[in-house]
């Protein structure tokens, strides 16, 4: 079945301590990118990826990181986490780019206290 | 920059009611234009999508026809369910390379 992967689904975490959410595609796509989703602020980019070892920001990269050592992987991590980072995440991804329907994870809601 | 801007919510409608959602945008080129939906906790579903002006996208009953000289993309459906209670996102893609711009959502509850 073709899916895009998020783990963990949720998570409770404190200020400070570096995370990191996975995201894996099994559909061989180019582009990936990650989302968060806050109330009244409907979806914002953080990072995209074209391709293996291409990444670039989004909208409100500020605070993350991510890698595309793989074309199946792209993780999104938190090097150090504060409380406005609290969200909900999505990863996506398609065929070759965002002019592209996206497939998305089934989300990692994030509770950084 | 490219903006999409949908009607505020939250939208109730009885079954079998008509549906329009308003979506208008701002780009400098010349964008694809989409609708996802997302069903309780679950991820963004595309339900449609137009790539030039006057294409009209459409899937399980829901329309919207790219419309250059209005700059929108509403969303319609003649006969809505209780199963479509749902959040729907208007997006905008001006190039492959440039961020997804959605809007900021419409919640649509259908009551039976």
């Known amino acids: 079945e073709a899916q895009v992967t998020q783990n963990p689904r949720y998570l409770i975490t404190v200020t400070g301590k570096k995370l990191t959410v996975t995201c894996s595609q099994n559909m061989n796509h180019e582009y990936m990118s990650w989302y968060r989703q806050d109330p009244g602020l409907g979806l914002r980019q953080i990072y995209y990826s074209m391709n293996v070892e291409v990444t670039d920001k989004g909208d409100v990269p500020e605070g993350y990181k991510v890698s595309r050592k793989e074309k199946r992987n792209f993780p999104l991590i938190l090097e150090s986490p504060s409380p406005n980072q609290t969200s909900l995440y999505f990863c996506?991804?398609?065929?070759?780019?965002?002019?592209?329907?996206?497939?998305f994870g089934d989300g990692t809601r994030l509770s950084i206290l | 920059g490219d903006s999409v801007t949908q009607m505020e919510g939250p939208v109730t409608l009885s079954e079998e009611a008509f549906l329009t959602i308003n979506c208008t945008y701002t780009a400098t080129g010349y964008p694809s234009l989409f609708w996802y939906v997302q069903y309780p906790g679950e991820g963004l579903q595309l339900l449609l999508k137009a790539t030039k002006a006057d294409d009209k996208g459409s899937n399980k009953g829901f329309e919207a026809t790219y419309r250059k000289e209005t700059t929108s993309f509403h969303l319609e459906k003649g006969s809505v369910q209780v199963s479509d209670s749902a959040v729907y996102f208007c997006?905008?893609?001006?190039?492959?390379?440039?961020?997804?711009?959605f809007g900021k959502g419409t919640r649509l509850s259908v009551i039976a």
């Open positions: 997006a905008l893609s001006d190039q492959g390379n440039t961020p997804l711009v």
């Open positions: 996506a991804s398609s065929y070759k780019d965002s002019n592209q329907p996206q497939h």
